[in-house]
């Protein structure tokens, strides 16, 4: 009994001094593997993929998900903290709110077999604000907002994505 006893207090004690901000100092790389893996997946969406490509089978598309659900999970994690840093997990709340929502919004586009083929400067463009975005995250500073250019037929995902920016101010 006694040697459980030492071990329990052993784990506490681990737990308190090395994992108690191990989650939430997780999350700003998080958001910016998230945000790449998003823009991998839009240069495969809106760029000329040839014959016989369906973007639902996409190894871009799996990265994207499998990026967004390790960022809630550490997100829901650091809620969990003790102490928890409100400050910060309210700060990226929209932030990832709007991941969350760029990443609907572009499986959803995945679906159509008919999606418009944007020109290289369009795609460069939308690379670069995207670029920038997971950069900021990843710094944890202020950056200045990209223009994000127009997607015919899916404004949405270009309102995300400045939303998105400007949830990281």
């Not at 973007?55 to 650091?78: F, G, P, Q, V, W």
């Amino acid at each position: 009994m006694i040697d459980v006893m030492i071990g329990i207090v052993i784990g506490l004690i681990g737990v308190w001094l090395i994992g108690r901000k191990s989650a939430s100092s997780r999350i700003p790389h998080l958001i910016t593997k998230t945000i790449r893996a998003q823009a991998q997946f839009l240069l495969v969406l809106f760029s000329e993929q040839g014959d016989g490509f369906h973007a639902r089978n996409s190894k871009e598309l799996k990265k994207m998900r499998i990026n967004l659900a390790n960022l809630k999970t550490i997100y829901h994690t650091a809620a969990g903290e003790i102490p928890v840093n409100r400050e910060d997990l309210d700060y990226y709340w929209p932030v990832i709110f709007s991941i969350e929502n760029v990443s609907y919004l572009l499986e959803d586009c995945s679906k159509m077999e008919k999606r418009p083929i944007l020109t290289d400067q369009a795609l460069s463009q939308l690379l670069y604000a995207c670029e920038m975005t997971a950069n900021a995250a990843s710094q944890k500073r202020s950056h200045s907002i990209k223009n994000i250019p127009e997607i015919e037929g899916f404004p949405s995902i270009q309102r995300e994505l400045m939303n998105l920016q400007k949830a990281l101010k």
